[in-house]
């Protein structure tokens, strides 16, 4: 199982990025599958989850109605579109599955949100 976050970077607030999580190892479409952050100096903290088959996902409520989870089964790889960024949102993002009973994360994507 391996799990590769893309797409992080440094952007300006109310501005949008979008990361990536390929996955290997596994058919993601049959997991749950989520995404977390991490702060400097915070817990890890749940962002948003898909559902396997992507039939629901669940949001943190202090990114509802800017982020959208979503997944390409084609590619086997899972996004998360972030709009409307705040400072407040910098953190390292970590890519999750859920398979069993074991947790998989990936390496971390660094999101910085900074005029």
């Known amino acids: 199982v391996q799990l590769v976050e893309s797409g992080g970077g440094l952007v300006q607030p109310g501005g949008s990025l979008r990361l990536s999580c390929a996955a290997s190892?596994?058919?993601?479409?049959?997991?749950?599958m989520s995404w977390y952050r991490q702060a400097p100096g915070k817990e890890r903290e749940l962002v948003a989850r898909i559902s396997s088959a992507g039939s629901s996902t669940t949001y943190a409520d202090s990114i509802k109605g800017r982020f959208t989870i979503s997944g390409d089964n084609t590619k086997n790889t899972m996004y998360l579109q972030m709009n409307s960024l705040k400072p407040e949102d910098t953190a390292v993002y970590y890519c999750?599955?859920?398979?069993?009973?074991?947790?998989?994360w990936g390496q971390g994507t660094q999101v910085t949100v900074s005029s």
């Open positions: 190892g596994f058919s993601f479409s049959s997991y749950y």
């Open positions: 999750n599955a859920r398979i069993g009973t074991n947790n998989y």
